[in-house]
């Protein structure tokens, strides 16, 4: 399934399919003002499809567009869309984290943490702990201080349950 899903997207990201998927994308989060469940649906497979193209990429170069659109979608009311958008941007990371903190992404993964579901406070830690693994200190430094993450962290080792705690402790 693996090798599947990673020759798809390299297919598609060299295909130009990126280009009218990010054009659909931006006119569905534009119109979104409406509750449209269809419309909501494409967002979450959307936003599924471009987690996926940023996981099964080795080139920066070919999801550099998806950035914005994830720094977005990552501020979504949608617990599905929230999810998936945080592991695009963790597969970001991955990428070029110095991308990604300027984005600002960043400072919303970190407030994520205090979200009411764990399953989203663990893909935003998750995120945040491929900055502080694969960052330089400065990297690291600005995702620690300037973006309060530390703070949240002692949050989630003391406050929430097992499962956010045990990727903390990681």
């Not at 297919?11 to 998927?21: D, E, F, N």
């Not at 070029?96 to 984005?103: A, N, P």
């Not at 407030?111 to 663990?122: E, G, I, N, P």
């Given at each position: 399934?693996?090798?599947y899903q990673r020759r798809v997207a390299i297919?598609?990201?060299?295909?130009?399919?990126?280009?009218?998927?990010l054009r659909l994308l931006d006119s569905l989060c534009e119109s979104?003002?409406?509750?449209?469940?269809?419309e909501q649906s494409l967002i979450k497979t959307a936003t599924w499809l471009l987690s996926n193209l940023c996981q099964y990429t080795d080139s920066f170069?070919?999801?550099?567009?998806?950035?914005?659109?994830?720094?977005k979608l990552i501020k979504s009311n949608n617990e599905a869309v929230l999810r998936d958008a945080c592991w695009g941007v963790m597969y970001m990371c991955k990428l070029?984290?110095?991308?990604?903190?300027?984005?600002g992404a960043c400072d919303t993964l970190v407030?994520?943490?205090?979200?009411?579901?764990?399953?989203?406070?663990?893909v935003a830690l998750e995120a945040l702990l491929a900055i502080f693994t694969n960052?330089?200190?400065?990297?690291?430094?600005?995702a620690a201080i300037t973006c309060r993450a530390l703070p949240r962290l002692r949050f989630l080792l003391h406050n929430k349950k097992e499962k956010s705690t045990d990727s903390t402790l990681r």
């Open positions: 399934k693996q090798w297919t598609a990201g060299h295909a130009g399919a990126l280009a009218p998927l979104t003002k409406s509750n449209n469940t269809s170069e070919i999801v550099k567009e998806c950035l914005p659109r994830l720094a070029s984290i110095q991308e990604v903190l300027d984005s407030k994520l943490l205090m979200h009411s579901s764990d399953d989203v406070t663990c960052g330089n200190l400065e990297q690291k430094k600005y």
